[in-house]
């Protein structure tokens, strides 16, 4: 039993995954632009809107319910669904007759994403090891930009093609994607967190060896993991903690849990990325940049430049740190969409060559800088700091919070740009200030420590006598050992019954 290749499996799953969420923003992007698209369905500024924004609806509805969902029938099982919805979306979409069947179909393509990015990051925030799970709920949004690159350069290549398949057919691929995120599901464990509270705790101990020891149960490091995951569900029971909303708010400790996770749904969707993501060609054309198939080109080489960042922010969140990555990201980014607008104002009906690249390049800065840490951090941060009695509906607010934001602002920056053009982006610029004082004032550091270590910095108690997963994998002996059907005792108990 290869622990690799099952952490090939997750790491694979996860980046298609991402891969699929990414290909749809930047398809929508892409299609927006296009005048076989545009010209199809009649668009005017509402209807633009609405067709860009019902996706983040569905977002939202999904996570009204699929929290309790994913707790109820298991991580993987709530993945396979959610895959299922975006498919049934998919064809809607790319079979749409007129506007009114293509927002029908980007509402339940917006249920099958919201349902992927609440289970997804669930799933693998419990199932990646101590070393993995940085990178591996990271890679989760990365590769949105790979599923970015791929759907600008499709929709780049059906420009070309005269008749309505220029944006049918950038739909019908976007269901590769999903069907590609789930095939391996069937070869990768259910999360340990959850089969351990459901009572299945031979399945935990097992599901943890496959991904961290190559199916050694009595490895130190998974001994060490299984019992801070028994000791902490136990804890959570014993106090009465449920798997429920009202859970958010019983204590001053949740209800801190929720303002971080929440933070970085407002964040992630309220900083000013999403004008860039949806909007890009009415930026691109208040910059002084109007051709078609310059901005298409921009569009790719945007994507590209954003892959690359965001793969440097991931490098970094197990060294320089989750708090620190977001400080600097968030002032940086709020250094240059005060730029964009500055050089909007001045450059955007002009015909200076060297006015409108540099506008270019502050919105290239921002959306990269954006990307060196929101980016890995936007699927990472939240599950850890939530609980597990809390993990999934946390996670539901989460969805419903970013999706909800996802909403407003692509229904309001589009009206916003054409009322007020460069003064959007000051608006918004002020208001990633707050942002950045609320991530300086509030953020608590997770690097290093596992789901169960990290609830002690909010709880103030340990329930492994301060031995730490990082310490074992250093070489630190814990002193465990495995007895009968998944007990953990320590090595002198063992030895005593033994004895007897």
């Not at 506007?99 to 669930?122: D, E, H, K, S």
């Not at 990178?135 to 780049?156: N, Q």
């Not at 944006?167 to 999360?191: D, K, T, Y």
């Not at 589009?414 to 953020?443: F, S």
């Amino acid at each position: 039993m290869n622990s690799k290749l099952t952490l090939l499996y997750l790491l694979w799953s996860s980046s298609i995954m991402s891969t699929s969420l990414g290909y749809d923003s930047s398809m929508m992007s892409g299609l927006n632009i296009l005048p076989s698209y545009t010209d199809y369905f009649e668009l005017t500024t509402a209807t633009l809107a609405l067709q860009s924004a019902i996706s983040w609806a569905g977002c939202a509805v999904a996570g009204l319910f699929y929290g309790n969902l994913t707790d109820w029938i298991g991580r993987k099982k709530a993945i396979w669904i959610s895959a299922m919805i975006t498919l049934v979306g998919v064809i809607i979409q790319a079979c749409s007759q007129n506007i009114a069947m293509f927002v029908v179909a980007r509402f339940v393509v917006g249920i099958g994403n919201g349902a992927t990015f609440l289970a997804g990051p669930i799933y693998l925030a419990e199932i990646f090891p101590l070393k993995w799970r940085g990178v591996g709920l990271a890679i989760f949004m990365d590769f949105y930009y790979i599923g970015g690159l791929i759907a600008a350069g499709i929709t780049y290549g059906t420009a070309q093609i005269p008749s309505t398949w220029a944006w049918r057919l950038p739909s019908i691929l976007q269901g590769l994607f999903m069907i590609l995120a789930v095939i391996l599901l069937p070869w990768v464990p259910e999360s340990p967190r959850w089969l351990v509270y459901q009572g299945r705790h031979e399945e935990a101990l097992e599901a943890l060896a496959r991904t961290q020891s190559d199916g050694i149960v009595d490895d130190p490091v998974v001994l060490l993991t299984y019992q801070e995951i028994i000791d902490t569900l136990k804890s959570e029971v014993e106090k009465g903690k449920k798997t429920n909303y009202a859970e958010l708010f019983k204590s001053k400790q949740s209800v801190r849990r929720l303002l971080l996770c929440s933070s970085v749904a407002v964040i992630s969707m309220a900083s000013g990325n999403n004008i860039i993501s949806f909007y890009l060609g009415a930026m691109l054309d208040n910059a002084g940049v109007t051709d078609t198939t310059t901005q298409l080109q921009i569009n790719i080489v945007l994507n590209a430049w954003c892959l690359v960042l965001a793969i440097i922010g991931t490098a970094m969140l197990d060294t320089v740190g989750r708090r620190p990555l977001a400080i600097s990201s968030s002032a940086l980014m709020t250094i240059f969409i005060f730029l964009v607008g500055a050089l909007t104002k001045i450059y955007g009906e002009s015909d200076n060559a060297s006015g409108i690249y540099g506008t270019v390049a502050c919105i290239f800065l921002f959306q990269g800088f954006y990307s060196l840490g929101w980016t890995p951090l936007a699927m990472l941060y939240p599950p850890e700091v939530l609980n597990y009695s809390i993990r999934s509906v946390g996670m539901g607010i989460y969805t419903v919070m970013a999706n909800g934001l996802g909403v407003l602002v692509t229904m309001a920056f589009p009206i916003a740009l054409e009322a007020i053009g460069w003064q959007t982006y000051m608006i918004n610029g002020a208001w990633d200030v707050l942002q950045l004082v609320y991530v300086v004032l509030c953020w608590v550091e997770t690097k290093g420590k596992t789901l169960e270590e990290i609830d002690e910095l909010f709880e103030g108690s340990s329930t492994t006598n301060g031995i730490h997963v990082q310490d074992v994998i250093e070489g630190r002996d814990p002193g465990l050992a495995i007895k009968g059907d998944g007990v953990v005792v320590t090595k002198d108990a063992a030895r005593s019954a033994e004895e007897i």
